[in-house]
């Protein structure tokens, strides 16, 4: 989803030198939320020695000038799947680390670098990686062109254009991932694009990650997505995948909480994921969701205060941080305590349809890192308060419209999107073809996106909302 707002000016400061960088995580004294204070130590400069060459997909060879360790040691997995990472992972919380560590791990490449990106605007990465080729790195770029082509054409252009090897998304397929490897050694898993003018206010993780598993599976994966080939993507030790493995994880973590869940996401609009936070609410678990304000989600916002979630939102502005991290930490500070932080936002389209990777651990410093900037983030929200009733025609009453339009988003597997448009906001919308049905709610301005499986291409698609029906075909 791009953001809206008017922007601000460019601000950060980005040191580039061979310093070492801390990052410091704000502390908010809430009691319902375990926290702890935790310093990170982050060298990613690559300064000194000359690291061996190493082979595409050879992720067992050592990391070129990896990060300090500031993981510590995971403790042993649960019940719940979250995988030890070895003390392997350490977090970037921005905007305060800034974006020079990820340009220093580019520019310190020996011998290849990977980069997945929904999208490019950054002047600084994309001479880095042009720097790369022409002193002979192997440079690979996936861009995203089902959604945003036109945002990524001018990079895509200069980068063709000075050797770096270049390829778009599949047409048919959001690559909303934001991954880079450098020298099969080191992964960084992000919910930032790097688009520059977003860095100085904008709440964003990345984790950058050593794990032989994760990052093997990562180019593995990376691979495959460049040349077109199919490939269900290896989990590695701790990696979270969509559509793969992205909704059941998400479920896991929150139906397997036993005291908190703290959370952070850019969008709400995956019903299953909305109730299973209410009903962790109603459970007993204290639940805090901090977003920023926009009133497609108001029906999930609603939905959620009503049962007893903490809702705490930023405006859409240009005064206020923008939440577009995407993090979930559950139980902090206790045994069970584990955290997924990645690109995947709380939507049908990003759990069930898109490429993303995150990260799903219990590695104590990264849950602490996270979860005391979430808890930081919750207090400097305002509550949320719902909305006026709307004065809408409700079901069945005179005057309820819609429109319909439909495309096909997967042909071999008979995926269609059904696009409804109604003067009926938070009310069902049902589409049905050829024996197949699916609902879902309107937002705000009385609009869903349907995903529809199963009905042949071409075939009549009938959508009804409260009382209105319109008709459509892909």
Known sequence: MQRLRIRKSESATLTQGCDRRQLVTVIAGKPSILVAAVVLAVSLAACSGAAPRVSRGSAAAGPVSPPASTAGTDTPAAAGGASPSGGSLQVLTE?????????????????????????????????????????????????????????????????????????????????????????????????LNLVAEDYSDTRDFAVVDTSPADVAAIVATFDADFSGAGITPPDGADLVWSPTNAQSSVLSIINGAARTLAVEDEEMDDPAVTSALAAAARRGVDVEVTMTADAEWDSAFTQLADAG??????????????????????????????????????????????????IRTRDAAVVAAIGSTLASDYA?????????????????????????????????YDENNVYVNSNQPYTTATATADGYSRSYQTNGSGYALIYLNGPPPGARITVTVGGATCTTSD
Not at 129 to 144: E, H, P, S
Not at 383 to 408: D, E
């Open 95 to 191: 905007p305060g680390a800034g974006i020079g560590p990820i340009y220093r791990l580019i520019t310190g490449a020996r011998s290849s670098v990977d980069l997945t990106m929904y999208e490019l605007n950054d002047p600084t990465a994309e001479a880095d990686l042009a720097a790369d080729a022409a002193r002979g790195v192997d440079v690979r770029v996936i861009l995203d062109q089902h959604l945003e082509r036109a945002a990524n054409s001018a990079a895509y252009s200069y980068l063709a254009a000075r050797g770096v090897h270049v390829r778009w998304g599949p047409a048919g397929t959001t690559f909303h991932q934001k991954t880079l490897t450098v020298d099969g050694a080191t992964s960084v898993v992000m919910t």
């Open 309 to 358: 979630v903490h809702v705490r939102l930023y405006p859409d502005d240009s005064s206020a941080l923008y939440i577009h991290a995407k993090a979930i930490v559950a139980d902090a500070g206790l045994p069970g305590q584990q955290v997924l932080v990645g690109s995947q936002n709380f939507s049908v389209a990003s759990l069930d349809y898109n490429r993303e990777l995150g």
């Open 380 to 412: 400097g929200a305002t509550p949320y308060s719902p909305p006026a009733a709307s004065g809408a025609a409700p079901a069945g009453a005179s005057g309820a419209q819609c429109t319909a339009t439909a495309s096909v988003y997967d042909a071999a």
